[in-house]
């Protein structure tokens, strides 16, 4: 066994020179990912980028076209029905019919090693709602069933699709409370999601797809770096876009009054022809972008050269 082999055998995901495609569409073209145990991994990436068929890889929903993907050492469908992954995906259906308890006591009951039914109710917030019918439920309810579902099978690894796509502000962070506490059982997370700062607070590492390749993959501070940019804030009296435009490395700018904020990739070089140009300047700050800034960089193409 060589090193990538061992690595491979321990890793909780492994995806190797994966690729899948739809006719002319590459949705996921040449993808080598290892994810930890342990690791929880934001996946995030604009529309179309390939994450949900990499996450249906994993799944075991779909099989590469090249390339293969191992979840702690199985074929995914194998870790599927041995309960090692649970999943949350956007379009699971529930039955109207059937209580919250019913339906997630149904799938536990379809599991070798279930969790005590009550646990997986407690753990993804719905006591109190397990006596009601599916029909009743309000969309961010139905997910938190769902994840309830994903929990029932006390998984080693959790997937999850956009899993707060529905909920209201405050039941997001009441899924992430729940997330906190299955991960401190050691357990590892891949969720896919559109809401950056779910990303930056919760994870541990971001994987960044776009057109079917992962472009960036790291801690968030070390996405953010990747993208190599810097903002400028600063109190500028009469500035007008003519001058701001003239700045060199300048990537975007914007001006409220007399507060300008300028994106730059080398701001030392704006800042002193800034300073040159309009000396009154004052209040100024220079910060790294955020995670969002990061992201769209990253994923619009103009800083490939950069990252590879
Ligand atoms: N079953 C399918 N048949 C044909 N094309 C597909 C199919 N599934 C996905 N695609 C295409 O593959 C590409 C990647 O889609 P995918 O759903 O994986 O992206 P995504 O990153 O999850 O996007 P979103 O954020 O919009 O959910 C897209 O161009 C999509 O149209």
Do not use: C
């Not at 949900?52 to 979840?71: E, F, K, M, N, R």
């Not at 090693?113 to 019918?133: K, M, N, S, T």
């Amino acid at each position: 066994m060589d090193n990538t082999d061992e690595v491979a055998a321990g890793a909780a995901v492994r995806m190797a020179g994966v690729r899948k495609h739809y006719g002319d569409v590459h949705a996921v073209d040449g993808v080598d990912l290892t994810i930890a145990p342990g690791e929880v991994v934001a996946l995030l990436g604009p529309n179309g980028a390939g994450k949900s068929t990499a996450v249906d890889l994993i799944l075991g929903l779909g099989t590469p076209d090249h390339g293969t993907v191992s979840v702690f050492g199985r074929e995914p469908h194998q870790a599927v029905s041995d309960g090692v992954i649970g999943a949350m995906l956007q379009s699971g259906t529930l039955l109207d019919d059937l209580t919250v308890r019913e339906t997630v006591g149904l799938v536990g009951r379809l599991h070798r090693r279930p969790l005590p039914l009550a646990d997986a109710l407690r753990q993804a917030g719905i006591e109190d709602l397990a006596g009601r019918r599916a029909s009743k439920l309000s969309g961010g309810q139905k997910q938190r069933v769902r994840f309830a579902i994903a929990l029932v099978a006390d998984p080693d690894l959790l997937v999850l699709d956009e899993p707060t796509a529905a909920m209201d502000v405050g039941s997001r962070r009441e899924f992430w409370q729940s997330m906190y506490s299955f991960t401190e059982t050691g357990r590892t997370v891949l969720f896919a999601t559109h809401y950056l700062e779910e990303a930056e607070e919760f994870a541990d590492r971001v994987v960044l797809m776009r057109d079917g390749r992962v472009v960036a993959d790291g801690s968030v501070a070390e996405v953010r770096a990747l993208a190599g940019g810097r903002t400028i804030h600063a109190v500028l009296p009469g500035a007008g876009p003519e001058l701001l435009r003239t700045l060199p490395a300048l990537t975007d700018f914007a001006q409220r009054g007399d507060r300008i904020s300028l994106s730059s990739t080398d701001s030392d070089r704006t800042l002193r022809a800034l300073l040159q140009a309009a000396p009154a300047a004052r209040e100024i700050e220079v910060g790294a972008v955020g995670l969002e800034g990061a992201f769209l960089s990253l994923t619009s193409g103009e800083t490939e050269e950069a990252i590879r």
